[in-house]
């Protein structure tokens, strides 16, 4: 089949990007979001986030007519749904996976969807969700069929293709990396490997949707697995005056050894969340994995408690002064290095909680972030300004600015092992 008219619904870090490199292809590509800001942003030739080469690319689509952005979803040959799957606000132990906008995508695209077309979800979802979509779908056209009714022959292809890019590198992995296909049939699986084939060099491996859905949420909770592993060794050497950064790097001297680096947490869209999705569907299953989550989770409180003794010590080495007196500079804010994203991060959890106890002076450095204003009392400042007014350094975020710079003079609480 052809598809001469794509739309994407959901123009965030993953959203963006596949438009854009669908439309670098001489695709037609509608771009939707519910966010005018951002789709007025595009419909410049602009773009709302930091991702590099994204936005020559996005530039250069809308200058040459094959990409806008709209507010409203329009008929398309193929619709890939890339919204937020995050977790239900509830007083439950384990977090509810919210499918809200999964369901509020399916119904603004189901008025406009034709016999023969496509429908992708790319967001991150608990097992099952790809289903739950064609069955949102089902109840707005009754006069289509779907897969779960039809089969082979349903009017309407249903599948799931999960991202799996590395912010700071999504264009160059979006065209390199494999793709997992997982359509609910055969005919589903083909017409989405057709599409995505008009731009991914990468092979495109065909399974089941649900295995689809699982193999994302696989990925990214053995990396949490494995973090969380480092993090912890982190607190055990901290106990035993080991310097982990240097354990680590002997021990992975051996060959089948290769333990990951330390960090104050973990946060993003994606390992600090995935996990979940498969304790929250069988919690009496996911012993290690949900473990994990709790090491990770609990990482952030482990620093903020090494700032408190730095107060403390501070205060010891200069008793006339008071903690009033104390200037803290957090040093990154995003929830990895180079980038902007600050879903879910841990750095910016510590330092809004680090202003929440400090009497004193709070400083926060971001290079990536030009200006922001939702930190509580902390004063958003440069790099330069914070090394020389703060008393007390603690690295969050191994941006490049901060590798390249010489350790600042005071105390210095390094969560990244880079000072």
């Given at each position: 089949m052809s598809f001469e008219t794509i739309s994407v619904i959901g123009l965030g870090y993953i959203g963006l990007p596949t438009a854009a490199m669908f439309a670098s292809r001489k695709k037609k590509v509608i771009g939707v979001d519910v966010n005018k800001h951002a789709v007025d942003t595009i419909n410049r030739g602009e773009i709302h986030i930091v991702e590099p080469e994204l936005d020559i690319i996005v530039h250069a689509a809308v200058t040459e007519?094959?990409?806008?952005?709209?507010?409203?979803?329009?008929?398309?040959?193929?619709?890939?749904?890339?919204?937020?799957?995050?977790?239900?606000?509830?007083?439950?132990?384990?977090?509810?996976?919210?499918?809200?906008?999964?369901?509020?995508?399916?119904?603004?695209?189901?008025?406009?969807?034709?016999?023969?077309?496509?429908?992708?979800?790319?967001?991150?979802?608990?097992?099952?969700?790809?289903?739950?979509?064609?069955?949102?779908?089902?109840?707005?056209?009754?006069?289509?069929?779907?897969?779960?009714?039809?089969?082979?022959?349903?009017?309407?292809?249903?599948?799931?293709?999960?991202?799996?890019?590395?912010?700071?590198?999504?264009?160059?992995?979006?065209?390199?990396n494999d793709r997992v296909i997982g359509g609910m049939t055969r005919k589903c699986s083909d017409a989405s490997i057709e599409l995505y084939k008009s731009f991914v060099k990468g092979e495109c491996v065909t399974t089941n949707a649900r295995t689809a859905e699982m193999a994302k949420l696989t990925e990214n909770s053995c990396r949490d697995v494995q973090i969380a592993f480092a993090n912890e060794l982190s607190v055990i050497c901290d106990k035993l005056n080991i310097d982990v950064w240097e354990l680590i790097s002997l021990a992975n001297r051996h060959p089948r050894i290769n333990i990951l680096q330390p960090g104050p947490g973990v946060g993003g869209h994606c390992i600090a969340v995935d996990p979940w999705f498969i304790v929250s569907k069988t919690p009496e299953l996911s012993q290690l994995i949900h473990t994990a989550?709790?090491?990770?989770?609990?990482?952030?409180?482990?620093?903020?408690?090494?700032?408190?003794?730095?107060?403390?010590?501070?205060?010891?080495?200069?008793?006339?002064?008071?903690?009033?007196?104390?200037?803290?500079?957090?040093?990154?804010?995003?929830?990895?290095?180079?980038?902007?994203?600050?879903?879910?991060?841990?750095?910016?959890?510590?330092?809004?909680?680090?202003?929440?106890?400090?009497?004193?002076?709070?400083?926060?450095?971001?290079?990536?972030?030009?200006?922001?204003?939702?930190?509580?009392?902390?004063?958003?400042?440069?790099?330069?300004?914070?090394?020389?007014a703060a008393d007390i350094h603690v690295l969050l975020v191994e941006h490049k600015e901060f590798q390249e710079s010489d350790v600042p003079k005071g105390i210095v609480i390094d969560t990244k092992g880079i000072w």
């Open positions: 007519g094959y990409l806008k952005a709209t507010t409203t979803p329009e008929p398309a040959d193929a619709f890939l749904i890339a919204v937020p799957t995050p977790f239900k606000n509830n007083d439950s132990e384990l977090p509810e996976p919210d499918l809200t906008y999964i369901e509020s995508a399916s119904k603004a695209i189901a008025p406009v969807l034709k016999k023969g077309d496509l429908v992708i979800l790319e967001s991150t979802s608990p097992v099952g969700a790809t289903e739950q979509m064609s069955e949102w779908l089902a109840e707005a056209r009754t006069d289509l069929t779907f897969p779960q009714q039809s089969g082979e022959n349903s009017d309407i292809r249903i599948a799931h293709c999960p991202e799996r890019v590395l912010p700071g590198h999504v264009v160059r992995e979006l065209v390199e989550r709790i090491v990770n989770d609990n990482k952030p409180e482990w620093v903020i408690n090494k700032v408190k003794l730095a107060v403390a010590d501070f205060l010891l080495k200069y008793p006339v002064k008071t903690a009033k007196d104390v200037t803290i500079a957090c040093y990154g804010l995003s929830f990895k290095a180079n980038i902007d994203d600050l879903r879910e991060s841990p750095a910016l959890n510590i330092t809004n909680e680090i202003a929440s106890l400090h009497s004193g002076k709070v400083l926060a450095v971001e290079p990536n972030i030009e200006s922001f204003d939702a930190l509580n009392s902390v004063e958003f400042t440069s790099f330069s300004s914070a090394k020389e």
